[in-house]
């Protein structure tokens, strides 16, 4: 491999970690997302210009963010300026940049923490739609280009290009103070943070629609931030709990599907193929959110639930009366028809398909989950264990005429045709 080749590789994994800590430095100067993401390309470009003749320097993030200000400066000098307060910023630019370029102090990181931490809330802030906080969040935070959401999420590359136009614009228009907010509005925000990342877990976990099972770019890109924050709130028992639940659940991705892509439900997982490595680090985040008195969060008790089944070396060894006990809890603080079906197969699993069919019976006769695939798919299949084929045979039909999902549909069809047989 050449010494340009090298260079460019190494170019790419540094804008790979530093992106979005170079663009939340930029946002924090200039005030302006949009505005700072250019900036950040223009200091890309620079470093590709750069770098291979001088090389990688030391400190390639603080490098950037240099080339990113200097840019910032003659952005401001060559423009006649909108408003006095960006006269301001232009100056406070000047001020901030050394006259040798050399001088790049380690000191010029200081604030990088807290400006992600700004940029993760800004974000995620409630003013915007939920899936336009996805899609800013993924590509501020997580550093996928427009083409990669759109294609995690199939939709068109204009939807989504669109939704990140907007989302700046309204953020932009409503003057929204680059800020982690403090008291009561921090935890309203921090919920809004956190769901924001369980959305983009969950949606590579299971995929709503299309032909793969799972996507797990988007589980990595929703750990990898889930880390960022705990990193920046690790006295925030919640942020602890997510990232324990993302990384339990994912430690399964190995043995969640055949070597065709077909998935394997999770008793019949081999599961010397999970993560151990990961496991740990799940079980470590429970301990620390443990540590903080956090063990009755949403997050908190999904994580324990998803602990249950990370001990259990067979899947017979798992702990149901637990994982029912948890699910209960969980239902009491957080009221959810699904809840309430995921407790129902706990309860089957701990007392029998008829105690459990009585629940599911209930959720259905309330209607809130009328369209929703999986309670006819868990209905099912608690009607299979009891042996009333012709039902669970219709329930397994409209579960697969549902869902959006090309293998979860397949494998529906399946059990349809296993219980008519």
């Known amino acids: 491999m050449s010494n340009r080749s090298e260079t460019d590789k190494a170019i ?182 956190l769901g924001v990342l369980y959305l983009i877990f969950n949606e590579g976990y299971s995929a709503t629609m299309g032909e793969d099972w799972m996507r797990p770019q988007l589980c990595e890109e929703a750990m990898r931030m889930g880390r960022i924050l705990a990193s920046l709130m690790p006295e925030e028992p919640e942020v602890h709990g997510l990232l324990a639940l993302m990384e339990i659940q994912h430690s399964r991705a190995n043995a969640r599907t055949n070597a065709t892509g077909e998935p394997i439900l999770l008793p019949d997982q081999n599961r010397a193929l999970w993560d151990q490595l990961m496991i740990r680090r799940g079980l470590a985040s429970i301990d620390r959110l443990s540590a903080l008195g956090g063990q009755n969060g949403p997050y908190a008790l999904q994580a324990q639930i998803a602990a249950c089944h990370a001990r259990a070396r067979r899947a017979e060894d798992t702990d149901w009366n637990r994982i029912a006990g948890l699910y209960a809890v969980l239902a009491s603080i957080m009221p959810s028809p699904v809840v309430e079906l995921n407790r129902a197969v706990a309860v089957s699993m701990a007392a029998g398909p008829a105690e459990a069919l009585k629940l599911v019976d209930a959720i259905q006769k309330d209607g809130a989950l009328e369209n929703y695939h999986l309670l006819y798919g868990v209905r099912g299949d608690l009607l299979r264990k009891l042996e009333r084929h012709t039902e669970a045979n219709l329930d397994f039909r409209k579960a697969a005429a549902l869902t959006r999902n090309e293998r979860e549909r397949t494998y529906l069809l399946a059990r349809a045709a296993e219980v008519e047989a």
Request: with cysteine.
């Open 12 to 193: 790419a994994t540094v804008w790979r970690q530093e992106q979005a800590r170079l663009i939340a430095g930029l946002t924090r100067v200039v005030r302006d997302i949009s505005l700072a993401e250019e900036l950040a390309q223009d200091a890309l470009m620079a470093a590709l210009k750069h770098w291979p003749e001088s090389g990688v320097p030391r400190n390639p993030g603080a490098w950037l963010m240099q080339a990113g200000k200097r840019k910032a400066i003659d952005y401001f000098r060559h423009r006649k300026m909108a408003s006095r307060k960006l006269e301001e910023v232009g100056r406070s630019l000047e001020d901030d940049v050394p006259d040798v370029e050399t001088a790049i102090h380690d000191s010029m990181d200081d604030d990088v923490g807290d400006d992600l931490l700004r940029l993760i809330f800004t974000s995620c802030h409630p003013i915007l739609p939920a899936e336009s906080r996805v899609a800013l969040t993924l590509r501020l935070i997580g550093g996928l280009t427009t083409e990669e959401i759109a294609r995690a999420f199939l939709a068109n590359d204009a939807t989504i290009g669109q939704r990140i136009v907007r989302a700046k614009r309204t953020i932009a228009d409503a003057g929204l103070p680059y800020e982690v907010p403090r008291g009561k509005e921090r935890a309203e925000r921090l919920a809004s943070v």
